[in-house]
């Protein structure tokens, strides 16, 4: 099993590689291929297994310097039409908040497209902390 997901990712992440001119899909900046990863938008264990087979859609290129690890835990979320969400809680940790200000603030990702919008929304409501008092 983790052979047959490890292989998924590999095949998933060259997908993403093709159409996402290496950048991350939530701060906008290019990387080596080496530091982004192809970030499930709806958490791959909660997927069915069509889910995980829709390439176009489930997934997207995020950076391993600071969003994958935002987005992953619920920090940032993407809204309808594409306008990052960031949660309030960041406001508790300096940096956290230092980084999403600086990177995340009043961005919009290309990535969001009607095809992703259920797994965004998925994230929205399973995974993203409280939006209150964020930005």
Excluded at 51 to 63: I, P, Q, S, T, Y
Aim: hydrophobic share 40%.
């Amino acid at each position: 099993m983790v052979r047959t997901a490890r292989a998924e990712q590999e095949a998933l992440k060259q997908h993403l590689l093709r159409v996402g001119a290496r950048r991350c899909a939530l701060c906008g900046r290019p990387f080596p291929v080496n530091l982004l990863v192809a970030a499930h938008i709806k958490k791959r264990a909660a997927c069915n297994e069509e889910e995980r087979k829709d390439f176009d859609n489930v997934a997207m290129l995020a950076c391993l310097l600071g969003c994958d690890g935002l987005y992953e835990r619920g920090y940032v979320a993407v809204g309808p039409g594409g306008q990052l969400l960031v949660a309030g809680e960041v406001n508790d940790a300096p940096s956290v908040a230092d980084y999403a200000r600086d990177r995340l603030r009043g961005r919009s990702t290309s990535w969001w497209t009607s095809g992703r919008e259920r797994y965004f929304r998925w994230h929205r409501d399973h995974t993203f902390r409280n939006p209150v008092g964020g930005f």
